[in-house]
T-cell receptor, first 112, second 114 residues
């Protein structure tokens, strides 16, 4: 049990639509990261938020954006969906004294 | 730019046999290295990490890994594999020991024969 939950579990969208994925972290976890894992590949870092500010981004276009809220929840928004956006999206949070990072189970997004 | 290579896409071992999963990294400074395991329908679980000190690192579930700077490698080992170890294994490199902004390898799928 990691204490990191994600919703929804699965999602189907069509090309051009917009999607919002949600993550709920443990209390006290001030850092949240998002990763995209395409089928058969390793996760790729999208961006990281610390205390509601983005403080790191991987090689993803601006149509990938995020929000982090004071209640330790966060969102990943993707605009103008493309077929290649089909993937498992993982949220990871860390913080507290141990500063251990925990991953959520992911949201499987399918773009048709 | 940092990168991680896992040369073996699939590995099959018999239950009770030993296991070694290979990982090679490219990183400009002292690397922070991680091994994660991913079971179907689950998120990533940290097995172990290395950032300094003893180059042989012990992790959970009986796994260990050895950091070899001269070979840019961080191979994962287990002396005796159990059927429950069947999963996908990922090696990753980060810029601090907390696992910040990780770069992952492509993964190795482990299958265990009875």
């Amino acid at each position: 049990e990691t204490g990191v939950t994600q919703s929804p579990t699965h999602l189907i969208k069509t090309r051009g639509q917009q999607v919002t994925l949600r993550c709920s972290s443990q209390s006290g976890h001030n850092t949240v990261s998002w990763y995209q894992q395409a089928l058969g590949q390793g996760p790729q870092f999208i961006f990281q938020y610390y205390r509601e500010e983005e403080n790191g981004r991987g090689n993803f276009p601006p149509r990938f954006s995020g929000l982090q809220f004071p209640n330790y929840s966060s969102e990943l928004n993707v605009n103008a969906l493309e077929l290649d956006d089909s993937a498992l999206y993982l949220c990871a949070s860390r913080g507290g004294l141990a500063d251990t990072q925990y991953f959520g189970p992911g949201t499987r997004l399918t773009v048709l | 730019a940092q990168s991680v290579t896992q040369p073996d896409i699939h590995i099959t071992v018999s239950e009770g046999a030993s296991l070694e999963l290979r990982c090679n990294y490219s990183y400009g400074a002292t690397p922070y290295l991680f091994w994660y395991v991913q079971s179907p329908g689950q998120g990533l679980q940290l097995l172990l990490k290395y950032f300094s000190g003893d180059t042989l690192v012990q992790g959970i579930k009986g796994f260990e890994a050895e950091f070899k700077r001269s070979q840019s490698s961080f191979n994962l080992r287990k002396p005796s594999v159990h059927w429950s170890d069947a999963a996908e294994y990922f090696c990753a490199v980060g810029d601090n020991n907390a696992g910040n902004m990780l770069t992952f390898g492509g993964g190795t799928r482990l299958m265990v024969k009875p």
